[in-house]
């Protein structure tokens, strides 16, 4: 029998999920099936990896030996496909990906057209739901992969920044506010706002910026809170209250002169949007493909 990466990958994930069962779920396998891969690789080194008993497992010192090279093997084939991905054109292939609102409504709309240019035979599938719901299934296995607007910060899952964004204070045409440039903090908080809801990415991203500039944002007079950006534009628009929201997504009211966008003197609402993947998932390769063409290409020019 040959070592085999596929083997490797299974043992990886068993010592770093510390359980068989758990592992399996990870892997989308059946618990006979990793115990047996896991048993040849144990035939094939002709000892055992794991100490087990009735109510847990324990990397033995063969196994300890051999976890970094599984990581380092697991890094290599991340690697390759990265490098790789770019003569994937030919790639006949589905993309499954979800994405939180702001990105999924109004960023990559714009970019799957340059994509699919380029990449004519991988299809697209998004799923748009909030930042904590794409949380919540990557963690379930419902998700393989997310693009969202705030950084993740959890030890089983995988963070990189893939794109930049900036927030913008949005208020509509005929506002006090409105004909000015930039506005200070303290105008803008006598006014309603409408917001996102929490556990949105927009919402928390406003937040920590407010707190780091030493403004409480339980100050601010919220009138309304809505579940996607939609329909905090047309509230805004509607005169229901003033917002802060990506740029990016009111670009289309902007040149229609129905709502305008001010910059809060001292405050920069910049951040990222975040490709995130379970750290135990070897990405297929039109995910792959998919986050090399965001991270390498100039996006300005679409978005």
């Known amino acids: 029998m040959a070592l085999n990466f596929h083997q490797l990958h299974i043992f990886y994930t068993v010592a770093e999920k510390g359980s068989f069962s758990h592992a399996a779920q990870a892997l989308h396998m059946t618990q006979p099936a990793v115990t047996m891969q896991v048993q040849s690789l144990e035939d094939y080194f002709g000892t055992k990896l794991f100490n087990r008993s009735t109510k847990k497992i324990e990397l033995s010192e063969a196994g300890r030996t051999l976890l970094p090279f599984a990581k380092r093997s697991i890094d290599l084939m991340k690697e390759t496909d990265i490098s790789m991905s770019r003569f994937t054109h030919m790639l006949e292939d589905r993309l499954y990906l979800g994405a939180s609102m702001t990105v999924g409504e109004y960023i990559l709309p714009r970019l799957l057209g340059p994509f699919g240019k380029e990449y004519p035979n991988i299809s697209v599938s998004m799923k748009v739901i909030n930042t904590r719901q794409i949380l919540e299934e990557v963690l379930n296995h ?38 000015k440039s930039t506005v200070k903090m303290e105008e803008v908080l006598q006014y309603p706002f409408v917001l996102r809801e929490q556990g949105s990415g927009t919402r928390r991203v406003m937040e920590e910026e407010l707190a780091r500039a030493g403004i409480d944002p339980g100050n601010m007079k919220i009138v309304m809170e809505l579940g996607s950006t939609g329909a905090v534009k047309s509230a805004v628009e509607a005169g229901l209250g003033i917002s802060i929201l990506s740029q990016s997504s009111v670009k289309h009211e902007v040149a229609l002169k129905v709502l305008e966008v001010k910059q809060i003197e001292g405050i920069h609402f910049k951040r990222s949007f975040y490709a995130i993947y379970l750290n135990s998932t070897i990405l297929p390769i039109a995910a792959v493909t998919f986050v090399s063409f965001l991270r390498e290409r100039d996006l300005s020019q679409w978005i």
């Open 142 to 179: 419902q998700l393989n992969f997310g693009l969202v607007e705030a950084e993740i910060h959890h030890p089983d899952v995988h963070t990189e920044a893939v794109m930049n964004d900036e927030l913008m204070l949005i208020v509509p045409k005929d506002h006090p506010l409105s004909g």
